[in-house]
């Protein structure tokens, strides 16, 4: 036996270290806590601590008001140790008589989890009013080395306070001595609480008290069989008390032992008249060193693990709720992913001579040798030679406003549009009756969610530099255009090479016939010229003509070669861009308002799949399957 004890020991710690775990993740799912479930505290209070080779067992005197359990205790015990009155709901904690040095090989936290556990003074110690949950507890030298015994607080006095501190000791203890009166054994909180022993399969002993002898021989029959049948009790033994104050202060009260049987309400034991002979007292303490303690403790444990693994009450059924859960966290997830929460069909186009000027820069710094120097040369007296007529033709004509300036303030623009969409949209999906997720809408779109927000968004855009993030993205995506079409990139440095040749002669003819004052297109010769000629299908891209999508689609019959070729370039300079606009957009929605709802909707989905969700649920199998070797084996 000691062997399979510490097989069930081990995998109830795995149990335990994977449900706490569990627990933690599953808080995301709003789902109540470990503490207070009936089969978790078996688990802490009673298999946890007591799962071991060295076997004792936890006896625990209960039972309701004003009827007489520290009496029994104390003759339990054979010593004043819990304070005597006729007055209701007196023992407020319970008080525990441990067997000489038991303390020192045993861990009594551990074994009486929940309680602050204080060195017994005297009798009046269990009487104090206290918030906190205190267990007093002495050495005994009349006790078994190998039994523990407690008084407990009524299972159904008017503080609440005493029903959770009966309950506590309910679950760690073996034995229940069940004190019952002819008033105190059909209350409800009385049967529930029993209706639970019977689930644990706990050893019963039960005491009727105060009982008016001779005349109630004939009627506790009755009221025990409806107690049992009420709870689901089997009482391993049955003992009768006289109702005599002055016996029970000077630990005098006699007990008689009775035979009983449970019988169906129909068939219950007839009223007997007839009182049976008078016959001798038993004492308490010897009936039970006399029970066999290996067999009780492995019978409690076997009823605390079959009612961790009951499949609609205890983990089995924390586990289908999370599943259950996680099911309703997908609809809210589906639901959110399925609503669109932005459409931008006119995010803005930047400037095509942005475009231009940055791809001139990035071929620029591809040239080498004797081309860069004469190119640069020229572009350097151009710039020298055309400047008195730039600045005739900025005196004749309005100032312009530089174009990245006149692209922010359109970008802005949509901005404004997007995020007022946005709100509306996730107004709307809160109102479809999730509940999930119109509690958690209702949290992220309070009265100021859009002003911050707005405010953040216009803290971020105003420190874009544009033209660094476009001349970036040049730089990206011409340095894949050198390596994923190397011929073509080798035909214009050729182009460029000769361009360098013929370009002194050419620059200084154009310019006295007239086409230097047109502008740049002149002074770039036959890369520019080519980059110049997109400018018109360009135009049609910023115009709607077209539709700017991502990736190197087939814009014209010629898309592959030549001047097509360089429209598809172009257009994918104006997507890529426009689409690492929206996407900061979308992260800055996400970060600042979305925040970790979409991180908490998947996670929740997912939990059923987690690794200490499986443990759990493996270890759950294994449980069953010791179980079942255990009851074979016996």
């Not at 004797?370 to 030679?385: C, D, E, I, K, P």
């Not at 200490?612 to 294994?622: A, K, L, M, N, P």
Request: glycine fraction near 4%; aromatic fraction near 8%.
């Amino acid at each position: 036996m000691p062997s399979t004890l510490h097989q069930f020991s081990q995998t109830v710690h795995r149990l335990r270290d994977n449900l706490i775990a569990l627990e933690q993740k599953a808080n995301q799912l709003d789902l109540p806590g470990l503490n207070g479930r009936e089969w978790f505290d078996i688990l802490q209070r009673k298999l946890i601590p007591q799962l071991s080779d060295n076997v004792y067992l936890v006896v625990a005197v209960v039972g309701g008001t004003n009827i007489g359990k520290s009496v029994i205790f104390n003759h339990l015990v054979n010593q004043q140790t819990s304070a005597i009155s006729p007055l209701a709901s007196q023992t407020r904690h319970p008080v525990c008589l441990v067997p000489q040095n038991f303390e020192q090989s045993h861990d009594l936290e551990k074994i009486f989890q929940g309680f602050r556990l204080i060195p017994w003074a005297s009798a009046a110690d269990p009487l104090k009013q206290d918030d906190q949950h205190l267990l007093f507890w002495k050495n005994s030298e009349s006790l078994a080395p190998n039994l523990l015994v407690l008084d407990t607080p009524d299972i159904d006095s008017d503080a609440e306070v005493n029903w959770e501190r009966a309950e506590r000791i309910r679950q760690c203890a073996d034995v229940l001595v069940t004190v019952l009166t002819q008033q105190k054994y059909n209350d409800a909180a009385v049967k529930q609480f029993f209706r639970e022993a019977a689930r644990e399969d706990k050893v019963i002993i039960t005491i009727f008290n105060q009982c008016e002898l001779p005349d109630d021989e004939a009627y506790w029959p009755l009221w025990l069989n409806t107690f049992c049948h009420e709870t689901g009790v089997r009482p391993e033994f049955v003992f009768i008390a006289p109702n005599n104050r002055q016996a029970a202060t000077s630990l005098q009260l006699p007990f008689y032992r009775r035979s009983f049987e449970p019988a169906p309400p129909e068939t219950a034991p007839a009223i007997n008249p007839q009182a049976p002979e008078a016959d001798t007292p038993v004492n308490l303490m010897q009936i039970l060193s006399q029970m066999h303690f290996g067999e009780i403790k492995v019978q409690t444990l076997k009823g605390a693990l079959y009612y961790l693994v009951e499949q609609n009450t205890g983990v089995p059924a924390y586990l289908r709720e999370i599943k259950i859960r996680s099911n309703e966290f997908r609809s809210a997830s589906e639901l959110l992913s399925e609503q669109e929460l932005a459409e931008i069909e006119n995010w803005p186009l930047v400037p095509n001579s942005v475009i231009v000027d940055a791809v001139r820069k990035w071929w620029q710094s591809q040239r080498e040798g004797w081309s860069a120097q004469v190119h640069g040369f020229y572009n350097t007296l151009g710039q020298g030679v055309l400047w008195p007529l730039r600045y005739i033709h900025s005196l004749a004509t309005e100032e312009k406003r530089p174009p990245m300036e006149i692209y922010r303030e359109q970008e802005w623009s949509v901005v404004l549009q997007t995020v007022e969409g946005i709100y509306d949209r996730l107004t709307l999906v809160s109102e479809l009756g999730n509940e999930l997720l119109t509690n958690r809408l209702k949290t992220l779109l309070n009265g100021t969610s859009r002003e911050h927000l707005l405010k953040i968004l216009h803290e971020e855009h105003a420190g874009f530099d544009f033209t660094a993030q476009l001349e970036e993205l040049i730089e990206s995506e011409m340095t894949f255009f050198k390596k994923d079409s190397p011929q073509y990139y080798t035909f214009l440095k050729q182009l460029d090479r000769i361009a360098a040749v013929a370009r002194p002669a050419l620059s200084v003819g154009l310019f006295f016939v007239g086409f230097g004052a047109v502008g740049h297109a002149g002074s770039q010769l036959v890369t520019d010229t080519m980059i110049q000629s997109v400018v018109n299908v360009a135009g049609d891209v910023a115009g709607g003509a077209a539709t700017t999508t991502v990736g190197e689609t087939a814009v014209s019959s010629t898309a592959s070669t030549g001047i097509g070729y360089l429209e598809a370039k172009f257009r994918r300079f104006h997507a890529v861009f426009a689409q690492k606009r929206s996407e900061w957009l979308a992260t800055a929605v996400r970060t600042h308002l979305l925040k970790t709802l979409p991180e908490e909707l998947k996670s929740a989905v997912d939990l059923p799949n987690s690794e200490c969700f499986q443990i759990v649920q493996e270890s759950v199998t294994e449980l069953e399957k010791q179980l079942q070797q255990l009851q074979i084996s016996i």
